[in-house]
């Protein structure tokens, strides 16, 4: 699925990111662009980040830690 249209990024990108360090909407744009253009997937960012537990305050939280990214660069 198609999360940010403006820098065409999937919910897999998204992810990715997210398992590689990207703790906030912002992280996420620097890594991918994903949410630097209009902002319609604002929310959508957010939600990935807090179900991986990112959410209003990631610094008190060891988000995503246990995961691995399988995403190559």
Known sequence: MIVCVCYP?????IDA???EGARSVEE???RC???????MCHDE????LEARGCGANPASR???SDLVSI???
């Open 9 to 13: 990024a999937s919910n897999r990108d």
């Open 33 to 39: 662009r994903a949410g630097t253009g209009c902002g």
């Open 45 to 48: 960012l957010r939600e990935r």
């Open 62 to 64: 060891d988000c995503a």
């Open 17 to 19: 990111v997210i398992d």
């Open 28 to 30: 996420i744009g620097q």
């Open 71 to 73: 995403r190559s660069r």
